[in-house]
């Protein structure tokens, strides 16, 4: 009797793995489509600035892509000759939540790539699982640079620069266009991205202002906190005339309604590295004068671009969405197109269909036009991305009766980053060899 | 100077935005002995409701000092919509099962409360800052602070006074202390429960709202708002005592006051010092500051 249950759970063992292993080998590319999930923030109080933008801008240019509408260099249909079936996943719930769903989406849902993500938390603990499962993974959002300096991931990819980049070129912004700032202090997030900010920009103002001074006692309140009281009154007692804040999503725009009537603005100059989601949600609310940045040549930064693709991407997104397209808007798109760009290389090298590790080849080191700009996977051995980054001061367009830009400033890529093989923070302290900016 | 009073503002400030979103928490746990996880719920759609009807009004183009009247008419919407049928329609069949089961269900309900934010407003956040715009700002101390979040001290004020007069000097106080002692011998001496009940979790549900609305023209009002709020009203009802009006009080202003004191002096602690006050107090006194004297059963 033993024997013979032993030898029924043998035999039931051996049919499953051998079924599981058939659903592998099948999964991708059936019935000529490739399976990805998006994963941004769907609810929480990211998902209003990040989370559905990202999500729309993504949506808007594979919805484009499979119909083959999108202007050159993206004008074939689909991906390699393969259409890609999205999904779109919430990524709220933090970061167990989220390597659980990773792995339902490899091992139950079949997906074949995953896209996304906007948590530098999320990042860090989803790259390990993609590794092990074997699955391309590219983010599209996180700005920690610790996602590749000191790990060598081979399934993880990132299309967006990381924290340092928009830091530099936040110093450099204020050295060439404000000129006179001497004290300055900062109001970030208490988490990893906050303190991440805070601590390149800290590096990178006294490399490129020497004798600027950052504040000893600089403010770090919880994240999605809302109530800055407190922290608006310490920063108006400072001497320092310029504050740094790296706040994203509504803690951006609470800490400016809070501020705007306290007459912040009037005696602080402000610098926003992430905010940029503000100006356009908050209108004439949001204060002029106020240098901002997308991380990249992104959103408001360059919606008067000239271009074909910044051009048809944001009167198509304004035509579906009834919005313009915000920073993480072209975030998304941006990995879309990564991802459509190594399919076709690898389509193209292999004459079929590509597989996974020819995706993966055709991603590694990858140079690729965006919607308004050029993105290279050159750091993290071909995995992350460098690309331009520029930064401007809001005004209000009475024109067009919305926020807008000016004196902008976009810095290549040699001025914000290290070379290939040294670490960010390293490069930093040691001034930014290479960097003759 | 300069320092110490901006200092005693600020902690004073946000003493008063504690003690208005917890002092809810602090009754309904006190009279119905429910540790009530859907106030948060109540604080959000309090935000929510406001932030709309405000932007509504905005558009219409009614006066800006006309969103203060809508801060209270929409608080008090959601406190009667939700508390009631939330009484009514749910906790009423829970009374006789044990505490912790009920702590569950309004979990449930804070995560519903939470959902249902998300189906009928969606994700983008909203904005009602025309109250705050409208009261402007005033020079104390060196630094201007606005009026409107001057005016939570009043608003607090108020509601610890409303509270004490209630409870001390009118008939439904001494009703209420009734219950709040002992549930049966109220029964036995013809006080209606039920009534007290439901209007006790409405008060509660009503307070949680008026937390919300009363802050939402300074935030941006966006999903997952109540979870920080729910939290630091629990600590703020441990560290006065549970079901605790004058400990609600007193931990509000004694975890405003530290934290002000964290963000000016030390700010890497600003995270810690609520929790801190609260592991210590729960050392000394694990029943709260004020905790009430408990029944001892013979």
């Known amino acids: 009797m033993k024997k013979g249950m032993l030898h029924s759970g043998l035999l039931a063992l051996a049919l499953s793995a051998f079924t599981g292993a058939s659903m592998v080998a099948h999964s991708a590319f059936a019935d000529d489509t490739f399976k990805v999930a998006v994963v941004s923030f769907l609810t929480g109080p990211a998902a209003g600035p990040f989370g559905e933008p990202g999500r729309h801008g993504a949506e808007l240019v594979i919805d484009a892509i499979n119909e083959g509408t999108m202007p050159a260099p993206y004008d074939s249909v689909g991906f390699g000759g393969v259409s890609i079936e999205a999904m779109f996943v919430d990524e709220s719930g933090g970061n167990a939540k989220q390597v659980a769903e990773y792995r339902n989406l490899i091992e139950k849902q079949g997906v074949d790539a995953v896209l996304g993500y906007i948590s530098s938390g999320s990042c860090m603990a989803i790259a390990p699982v993609a590794e092990e499962l074997q699955t391309?993974?590219?983010?599209?959002?996180?700005?920690?640079?610790?996602?590749?300096?000191?790990?060598?991931?081979?399934?993880?990819?990132?299309?967006?620069?990381?924290?340092?980049?928009?830091?530099?070129?936040?110093?450099?912004?204020?050295?060439?266009?404000?000129?006179?700032?001497?004290?300055?202090?900062?109001?970030?997030?208490?988490?990893?991205?906050?303190?991440?900010?805070?601590?390149?920009?800290?590096?990178?103002?006294?490399?490129?202002?020497?004798?600027?001074?950052?504040?000893?006692?600089?403010?770090?309140?919880?994240?999605?906190?809302?109530?800055?009281?407190?922290?608006?009154?310490?920063?108006?007692?400072?001497?320092?005339?310029?504050?740094?804040?790296?706040?994203?999503?509504?803690?951006?725009?609470?800490?400016?309604l809070q501020a705007s009537v306290r007459g912040f603005f009037d005696k602080k100059r402000f610098i926003s590295v992430a905010g940029a989601s503000a100006v356009d949600n908050l209108g004439k609310r949001f204060p002029e004068g106020t240098v901002v940045g997308t991380r990249g040549e992104y959103g408001i930064l360059v919606?008067?671009?000239?271009?074909?693709?910044?051009?048809?991407?944001?009167?198509?997104?304004?035509?579906?969405?009834?919005?313009?397209?915000?920073?993480?808007?072209?975030?998304?798109?941006?990995?879309?197109?990564?991802?459509?760009?190594?399919?076709?290389?690898?389509?193209?090298?292999?004459?079929?269909?590509?597989?996974?590790?020819?995706?993966?080849?055709?991603?590694?080191?990858?140079?690729?036009?965006?919607?308004?700009?050029?993105?290279?996977?050159?750091?993290?051995?071909?995995?992350?991305?460098?690309?331009?980054?520029?930064y401007g001061v809001t005004a209000w367009d009475d024109e067009t009766d919305g926020p807008k830009l000016v004196d902008i400033r976009i810095y290549p890529t040699h001025c914000l980053l290290p070379p290939v093989n040294q670490m960010s923070e390293e490069w930093l302290e040691a001034a930014m060899p290479g960097a003759d900016c | 100077m300069q320092a110490t009073l901006t200092l005693l503002l600020d902690g004073l400030v946000y003493a008063s935005y504690l003690f208005i979103v917890s002092v809810g928490l602090t009754i309904v746990f006190g009279v119905m002995k429910i540790l009530n996880v859907a106030h948060g719920g109540f604080y959000a759609w309090g935000a929510y409701a406001a932030a709309y009807s405000i932007g509504v009004a905005a558009q219409l183009g009614l006066p800006d000092w006309f969103g203060l009247?809508?801060?209270?008419?929409?608080?008090?919407?959601?406190?009667?919509?939700?508390?009631?049928?939330?009484?009514?329609?749910?906790?009423?069949?829970?009374?006789?099962?044990?505490?912790?089961?009920?702590?569950?269900?309004?979990?449930?309900?804070?995560?519903?409360?939470?959902?249902?934010?998300?189906?009928?407003?969606?994700?983008?956040?909203?904005?009602?800052?025309?109250?705050?715009?409208?009261?402007?700002?005033?020079?104390?101390?060196?630094?201007?602070?606005?009026?409107?979040?001057?005016?939570?001290?009043?608003?607090?004020?108020?509601?610890?006074?409303?509270?004490?007069?209630?409870?001390?000097?009118?008939?439904?106080?001494?009703?209420?202390?009734?219950?709040?002692?002992?549930r049966e011998i109220s029964l036995a001496i013809g006080i209606n429960v039920t009534t007290v009940y439901v209007w006790t979790f409405i008060i509660g549900a009503t307070l949680g709202a008026l937390g919300g609305a009363y802050i939402s023209p300074t935030i941006s009002v966006?999903?997952?708002?109540?979870?920080?709020?729910?939290?630091?009203?629990?600590?703020?009802?441990?560290?006065?005592?549970?079901?605790?009006?004058?400990?609600?009080?007193?931990?509000?202003?004694?975890?405003?006051?530290?934290?002000?004191?964290?963000?000016?002096?030390?700010?890497?602690?600003?995270?810690?010092?609520?929790?801190?006050?609260?592991?210590?107090?729960?050392?000394?006194?694990?029943e709260g500051l004020f905790a009430p004297a408990k029944v001892r059963r013979i």
Not at chain 2, 89 to 105: D, F, G, K, T
């Open chain 1, 303 to 390: 919606r008067e671009q000239e271009g074909e693709l910044n051009e048809w991407f944001i009167n198509a997104y304004r035509e579906r969405y009834g919005v313009y397209p915000l920073e993480s808007s072209y975030q998304y798109a941006q990995t879309v197109l990564a991802l459509k760009a190594a399919m076709d290389k690898a389509a193209a090298e292999s004459g079929d269909t590509p597989n996974k590790e020819q995706i993966i080849a055709a991603m590694k080191g990858l140079e690729f036009q965006s919607l308004a700009g050029n993105v290279s996977l050159t750091l993290g051995d071909g995995h992350q991305a460098v690309h331009p980054i520029g």
């Open chain 2, 69 to 182: 009247i809508l801060i209270g008419v929409s608080s008090m919407c959601v406190g009667l919509i939700f508390g009631y049928l939330i009484e009514r329609l749910i906790l009423r069949r829970l009374y006789q099962h044990e505490e912790v089961i009920i702590l569950l269900a309004t979990f449930g309900l804070f995560l519903v409360l939470e959902d249902l934010i998300l189906l009928v407003f969606g994700v983008n956040p909203y904005f009602a800052y025309q109250p705050m715009v409208y009261l402007g700002s005033v020079e104390l101390g060196g630094i201007f602070r606005d009026v409107y979040s001057l005016s939570l001290l009043g608003l607090a004020c108020l509601v610890a006074f409303v509270c004490w007069y209630i409870l001390n000097r009118t008939k439904w106080g001494k009703i209420l202390g009734t219950v709040i002692y002992d």
């Open chain 1, 136 to 256: 391309l993974t590219v983010m599209s959002v996180c700005g920690t640079p610790r996602l590749f300096e000191g790990n060598n991931w081979q399934y993880t990819f990132r299309t967006q620069a990381h924290a340092v980049a928009d830091s530099v070129a936040a110093a450099l912004y204020i050295r060439d266009q404000l000129g006179d700032v001497k004290d300055y202090t900062g109001i970030n997030q208490n988490y990893a991205w906050g303190q991440d900010s805070w601590k390149f920009f800290d590096i990178a103002m006294q490399k490129l202002i020497p004798g600027s001074s950052g504040s000893d006692s600089p403010q770090f309140p919880k994240i999605f906190a809302g109530q800055y009281g407190t922290e608006i009154s310490t920063l108006l007692l400072e001497d320092a005339d310029l504050v740094h804040s790296s706040f994203w999503d509504g803690d951006i725009e609470a800490f400016v």
């Open chain 2, 222 to 286: 966006a999903p997952g708002i109540s979870i920080d709020v729910i939290v630091l009203s629990f600590a703020v009802v441990v560290i006065g005592g549970m079901g605790s009006i004058p400990g609600a009080l007193i931990g509000a202003v004694m975890v405003g006051m530290l934290r002000a004191l964290a963000v000016h002096q030390f700010p890497e602690l600003e995270l810690f010092v609520v929790f801190a006050v609260m592991a210590i107090v729960l050392m000394i006194r694990p």
